[in-house]
């Protein structure tokens, strides 16, 4: 209890919000009223959906695994992949999945700055995608939602200046090596003098190797057009199935009419609006933005369609990525058994001209 009392406490936040919204939104009787008439193909398809959408989350991760450990198998991917669904869902703002897939990826055999400059990329990637996708749809569909979503213009800003905030941090220190290890040398001082960390050398010097190996690899990756291509490419295709699922929904319910990319431009919205709530989850922002958005498409039923669509979205993942946790504690410590990368022997020679040098911290 003690070891996943954060977990716990997450999930009845989220589950007390749902409950919350069905009892005072007549959602238990709008229930009743649509399950005799489920489209059982249209439902079976939300569920095919998402678990494509895990697929291709392990995908666009591995393109870039592979570019920087040749031995990377996809498995291991799926496994990373799903560790940090779980993990996003259970942190404030979604912190947790990367921290935790770089974690695990050290126990298969990464090294800490090399998993970390993938996610890093990856992160980037995703977040530049997603937000292009959503510019797009502003663009497109802004008469349709200024008329139908109260303060659109206004939840619009404010989501894409915090994805844009995220984007320029990621990438500000991914490409400047001189601003990060400024960073990591005031840091250390501020731990040291608050008697937080007691040897600010030896730490500096494995924290700066680890970093001189992120952008050793975040280079590596960054050559390599192949593997951005792929890693874009199917990157929208993730987005895409993950925002058809709320249209999928709408056609279980036996429901026509709905302009698909009106559909599809809300969820990107709801996205974007989730992508500022604190609470793990997106507790309450989650079903407060699908609510905004969506009651245009469901009517009196959109108790039953944000139901389905959190099951979905964001149980599910939990449910999974518990599943794969039990998976990577079966396999033994640092199997990936190879060869030091380019990217770890470049950072190594650095220590060692970095070692034959007066510290200054």
């Known amino acids: 209890m003690k070891k996943n009392l954060f977990a716990i406490i997450t999930m009845a936040i989220s589950i007390g919000v749902l409950v919350y919204f069905l009892i005072t939104t007549d959602g238990i009787t709008a229930f009743a009223e649509i399950a005799g008439s489920i489209q059982i193909p249209w439902f ?4 095919a959906a998402i678990i494509v959408g895990w697929l291709l989350e392990a995908l666009v991760l591995h393109f870039f695994c592979k570019k920087v450990y040749p031995q990377w198998k996809y498995w291991h991917s799926l496994i990373i992949g799903m560790i940090g669904l779980l993990y ?15 974690y695990y990826m050290r126990k298969l055999g990464m090294d800490t700055g090399g998993a970390g400059s993938i996610i890093a990329v990856k992160s980037l990637v995703y977040q530049i995608i997603m937000v292009l996708f959503a510019l797009v749809m502003v663009f497109w569909k802004l008469p349709f939602f200024q008329s139908s979503v109260s303060n659109f213009s206004f939840l619009t800003i404010i989501g894409l200046t915090t994805n844009l905030t995220f984007v320029l941090l990621v990438l500000f220190f991914a490409i400047n090596e001189k601003a990060t290890d400024k960073c990591l040398r005031a840091i250390i ?15 500096y010097y494995k924290l700066h190797s680890e970093f001189a190996i992120f952008h050793k690899s975040t280079k590596l990756v960054g050559k390599s057009v192949k593997v951005y291509v792929g890693a874009v490419f199917f990157t929208i295709v993730q987005i895409f199935v993950a925002c058809i699922i709320p249209y999928l929904i709408y056609r279980s319910f036996n429901f026509e009419g709905a302009d698909v990319f009106d559909m599809l431009g809300a969820q990107s919205f709801v996205n974007m609006v989730s992508a ?29 369609a944000l139901f389905i669509w959190r099951i979905g979205t964001y149980y599910l993942n939990i449910v999974g990525g518990i599943a794969f946790i ?22 190594d020679r650095q220590l060692k001209e970095l070692s034959s040098k007066k510290l200054d911290l």
Request: proline residues 7%; aromatic residues 16%; glycine residues 10%.
């Open 44 to 47: 079976i398809s939300i569920f």
């Open 88 to 102: 996003s869902a259970l942190t404030p703002f979604a912190t947790g999945g990367q921290a935790m897939q770089i």
């Open 189 to 203: 001082k501020f731990l040291y003098r608050i008697k937080i960390v007691k040897k600010p050398v030896s730490r």
């Open 276 to 304: 500022f709530i604190p609470l793990p989850g997106a507790s309450g922002g989650a079903e407060g933005s699908f609510y905004l958005f969506f009651g245009t498409f469901f009517g009196n039923l959109i108790m039953p």
């Open 326 to 347: 039990f998976i990577v504690k079966r396999i033994p410590h640092r199997t990936l058994y190879r060869e030091k990368t380019k990217a770890e022997l470049e950072a």
